[in-house]
Nanobody, 125 residues
């Protein structure tokens, strides 16, 4: 069973960058896709970025495309989300999730995924 712990959140100013990390423990990470979700106050949770188990395929929401980069290191059992040119709309709790196989359906991640506890990102002047 995997266990995920996010880190790297914090308070930054608009235009600045932040890198989130997701540390995995347990077995089987290499067979899991990884995703970053976020939830802003009063808003529904949003899938931000996805990466396949090998890292060979990635996907981004339109709201972060060109600014965020997802990556993973299966040897180190880590996943990352590099976030550049942050703005106030990027504020929220960011969650790392792992799913055996892959799915572009959030419901599948919610039902069968392994989730971290989240890390707060606040973008404010």
């Amino acid at each position: 069973q995997l266990h995920l712990v996010e880190s790297g959140g914090g308070l930054v100013q608009p235009g600045e960058s932040l890198t989130l990390s997701c540390a995995a423990s347990g077995f089987g990470l290499a067979s899991h896709a990884i995703a970053w979700f976020r939830q802003a106050p009063g808003k529904e949770r949003e899938g931000v970025s996805f990466i396949s188990n090998t890292g060979g395929s990635t996907d981004y929401s339109d709201s972060v495309k060109g600014r965020f980069t997802i990556s993973r290191d299966n040897v180190k059992k880590m996943a990352y989300l590099q976030m550049n040119n942050l703005n106030a709309d990027d504020t929220g709790v960011y969650y790392c999730a792992a799913l055996r196989g892959y799915s572009d359906q959030e419901a599948e991640w919610t039902k069968n995924g392994v989730w971290g506890q989240g890390t707060q990102v606040t973008v404010s002047a």
